[in-house]
């Protein structure tokens, strides 16, 4: 509906103080909820579509809210962003995912979201290692995921300190990739160890023809550059089969489970697994 003359200027107006007033609540109350239970990660776990077998987990923030129940990360990583609580935020996730994941057998692996944002800051490398290293987790098991918007941004500044992340022998991944404008430009001034194919390629690849071929070309484009490959967000078999068939080396998405609570990464990890 469009609205139109003063009434709908007014309307509009409420509109923005109702969002800015919403926006000052979620940021008060996520300050609090950091450094307490309400804020954990679950896990995704990330298929070797070779084998089978999971190769690692992705830790998905998440809050539950005391009245507003589980809210997604979509709606509070970027007020964490805003409001700068994106630093503790990111500790605490990433400290909890790092003894989380000591408890899984060696080599599986564990990947960690680190947002734009963060890259601007000069210390982000020595607080990541400090945080890892005090839980034991061995540094190659954890990989980086920064999406490639995020590097655009400030691309000297994240370039050294991904660049002194993978020095110290992390892993880092380009997250949801295909979604940038310049994509191929990073893949030749940094060295990634993974791309991570976005999900909305997936999604379309064995119903569109244009969508099959981008996916078809990034696998090339990876398997050139002795990347490793994760497609994101599959569904169903025949979008596993395509991408085995395409070469791709791994999966992740519904089609072999939702984000899961820890204790059912241990269930998985015994688990035999049809997919
Ligand atoms: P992302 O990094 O691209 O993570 C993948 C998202 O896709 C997750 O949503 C996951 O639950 C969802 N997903 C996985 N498989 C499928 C599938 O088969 N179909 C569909 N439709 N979706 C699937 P989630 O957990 O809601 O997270 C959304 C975004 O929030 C993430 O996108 C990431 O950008 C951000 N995020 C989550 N946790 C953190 C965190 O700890 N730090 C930062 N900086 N960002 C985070
Ligand atoms: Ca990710
Ligand atoms: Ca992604
Ligand atoms: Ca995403």
């Known amino acids: 509906v469009k609205a ?135 540094l190659y098991r954890l990989e980086l995921e920064i999406t490639e918007n995020a590097i655009v941004r400030d691309f000297e500044a994240a370039k050294d300190v991904l660049g002194a992340l993978r020095e110290a022998g992390i892993r880092i991944a380009l997250d949801d990739f295909g979604t940038g404008a310049t994509s191929l430009f990073h893949l030749r001034s940094f060295r990634f160890d993974v791309i991570k194919i976005d999900r909305s390629f997936i999604d379309r690849m064995t119903r569109e023809q244009e969508s099959a071929a981008i996916v078809r070309a990034l696998l090339g484009l990876g398997k050139g550059l002795g990347l490793e490959i994760v497609a994101e967000g599959v569904e169903d078999r025949a979008q596993k089969l395509a991408l085995q068939q395409e070469g791709c080396t791994d999966g992740q998405g519904y089609f072999f489970s939702r984000p899961v609570a820890f204790d059912e990464t241990v269930r998985l990890l015994r688990g035999k697994h049809d997919w």
């Open 4 to 138: 139109s003359g003063v009434s709908g200027f007014a309307f509009f107006q409420d509109e923005m103080v109702r969002e800015a007033r919403e926006r000052d609540r979620l940021q008060r109350d996520l300050s609090a909820a950091i450094g307490t239970e309400a804020l954990f990660p679950v896990y995704q776990p990330i298929v070797c579509l070779k084998t089978g077998g999971i190769r690692g987990f992705e830790a998905l923030a998440r809050w539950s809210h005391p009245d507003l129940g589980s809210v997604p990360p979509d709606r509070f990583i970027p007020v964490a962003e805003d409001s700068g609580l994106i630093a503790g935020l990111t500790d605490q996730i990433l400290r909890r995912a790092c003894e989380d994941a000591r408890n899984w057998p060696e080599p599986i692996g564990l990947s960690v979201n680190i947002s734009p944002v963060l890259l601007r800051d000069e210390g982000l490398a020595e607080r990541i290692l400090t945080i890892v290293q005090d839980t034991g987790l061995a």
